[in-house]
């Protein structure tokens, strides 16, 4: 099938990655490790159906903007792996740091091996990340272009730990603003996605300023992702987010909706702030819905996904790639609440 087709192209390009994530792991020598090998596959979703491994987005953007710039997207997919596991790995610390026992509808890796080696898990996947990159070489990249990759994504995973370590500090922290908030997500969330983007366009050969295009295509793109994420988080339905209705509500999360109450309502500071768990869900959702803090975060939502979308279109990414960018962007507005 050619790559003209939209369809074809974007199964085989997560075929590819399926493939390459697998590849990525065998440096851990599964038959030494086979309990290690076992954790990291159930994480990666490769024990169970297809939809715990989740979206893939952070791979597929960098395979598809090596493709927008005009070159075979397969000399990226060591690239796109290295995405995917780092991302990866965090998820595994996240979960631990939130003590979130579930995600994608299972449970999480250290509820069923512990914290120890649920730690270790995330450190080895990190660990395998790295190695990823430098499989460019094998596949045809120059030594400058791999170190180049690397650096991008390494500069990436200081930004995502430091967003990461805000979100633990804003728990206790009071006075919490949303520019504070914003500052946060840059790091957490779309640091890697502004990377996945920047890695595939400057492996293609792409100029330095079609590369920072590209990179804040995927900037934008993380600061909707997030802040729909944080929609979910309170509207979502469980069976959709693989979370309890209204988890981010119960945890006293201080997302963009939630702080946005708290500056608007009295009511909503009062319940949110209230410290027993007797304060009744259902309360603060409609104090939140009060002061329309759902349609303040679509908008700001909406905002930075029309920021990504005047990115994409000053990086003139060729079709069907270009297409298929545009059409994962709007998604993200697009997932059921």
């Given at each position: 099938?050619?790559d003209?087709?939209?369809?074809?192209?974007?199964?085989?390009?997560?075929?590819?990655?399926?493939v390459?994530?697998?590849?990525?792991?065998?440096?851990?020598d599964?038959?030494?490790?086979?309990?290690?090998?076992?954790?990291?596959?159930?994480?990666?979703?490769?024990?169970?159906?297809?939809?715990?491994?989740?979206?893939r987005?952070?791979?597929?953007?960098?395979?598809?903007?090596?493709?927008?710039?005009?070159?075979?997207?397969?000399i990226?997919l060591?690239?796109?792996?290295?995405?995917?596991?780092v991302?990866?790995?965090?998820?595994?610390?996240?979960?631990?740091?939130?003590?979130?026992?579930?995600?994608?509808?299972?449970?999480?890796?250290?509820?069923?091996?512990?914290?120890?080696?649920?730690?270790?898990?995330?450190?080895?996947?990190?660990?395998?990340?790295?190695?990823?990159?430098?499989?460019?070489?094998?596949?045809?990249?120059?030594?400058?272009?791999?170190?180049?990759?690397?650096?991008?994504?390494?500069?990436?995973?200081?930004?995502?730990?430091?967003?990461?370590?805000?979100?633990?500090?804003?728990?206790?922290?009071?006075?919490?603003?949303?520019?504070?908030?914003?500052?946060m997500?840059e790091?957490k969330?779309?640091?890697?996605?502004?990377?996945?983007?920047?890695?595939?366009?400057?492996?293609?050969?792409?100029?330095?300023?079609?590369?920072?295009?590209y990179?804040?295509?995927?900037h934008?793109?993380?600061?909707?992702?997030?802040?729909?994420?944080?929609?979910?988080?309170?509207?979502?339905?469980?069976?959709?987010?693989?979370?309890?209705?209204?988890?981010?509500l119960?945890?006293?999360?201080?997302?963009?909706?939630?702080?946005?109450?708290?500056?608007?309502?009295?009511?909503?500071?009062?319940l949110?702030?209230?410290?027993?768990?007797?304060?009744?869900?259902?309360?603060?959702?409609?104090?939140?819905?009060?002061?329309?803090?759902?349609?303040?975060?679509?908008?700001?939502?909406?905002?930075?996904?029309?920021?990504?979308l005047?990115?994409?279109?000053?990086?003139?990414?060729?079709?069907?790639?270009?297409?298929?960018?545009?059409?994962?962007?709007?998604?993200?507005?697009?997932?059921?609440?």
């Amino acid at each position: 099938m050619s790559d003209n087709n939209p369809p074809s192209l974007i199964r085989r390009m997560r075929e590819a990655i399926e493939v390459d994530l697998k590849r990525s792991i065998e440096w851990l020598d599964s038959e030494q490790y086979p309990e290690l090998a076992h954790m990291i596959s159930y994480h990666m979703g490769w024990k169970n159906q297809a939809h715990s491994r989740g979206k893939r987005l952070r791979p597929m953007l960098t395979l598809l903007s090596c493709a927008g710039v005009g070159a075979n997207w397969e000399i990226a997919l060591p690239a796109a792996s290295a995405v995917e596991l780092v991302h990866s790995f965090s998820l595994v610390h996240d979960d631990i740091q939130d003590q979130s026992e579930t995600r994608r509808g299972r449970l999480t890796l250290w509820k069923l091996w512990g914290l120890a080696q649920a730690l270790n898990t995330g450190d080895t996947i990190f660990t395998l990340a790295r190695l990823a990159t430098y499989r460019l070489v094998k596949v045809g990249n120059s030594y400058e272009t791999t170190l180049d990759a690397q650096r991008i994504l390494d500069h990436a995973c200081l930004q995502l730990t430091q967003g990461q370590h805000l979100d633990l500090a804003y728990e206790t922290k009071e006075n919490v603003t949303i520019s504070d908030y914003i500052r946060m997500i840059e790091g957490k969330t779309s640091a890697l996605l502004s990377a996945a983007s920047a890695i595939g366009a400057h492996i293609a050969g792409a100029s330095d300023p079609v590369v920072e295009a590209y990179r804040s295509f995927g900037h934008n793109l993380g600061l909707a992702f997030q802040i729909e994420d944080d929609i979910l988080g309170i509207w979502g339905k469980s069976n959709l987010t693989g979370k309890p209705a209204g988890d981010d509500l119960l945890r006293r999360k201080k997302t963009l909706p939630t702080l946005y109450g708290l500056e608007k309502s009295t009511t909503f500071s009062r319940l949110f702030l209230q410290e027993n768990d007797d304060v009744d869900l259902l309360d603060m959702v409609a104090a939140l819905d009060e002061v329309g803090a759902h349609q303040h975060a679509r908008s700001l939502a909406q905002h930075h996904t029309d920021l990504a979308l005047s990115a994409l279109k000053e990086a003139a990414p060729m079709n069907p790639s270009g297409g298929e960018l545009k059409r994962l962007s709007l998604l993200l507005l697009q997932r059921q609440t």
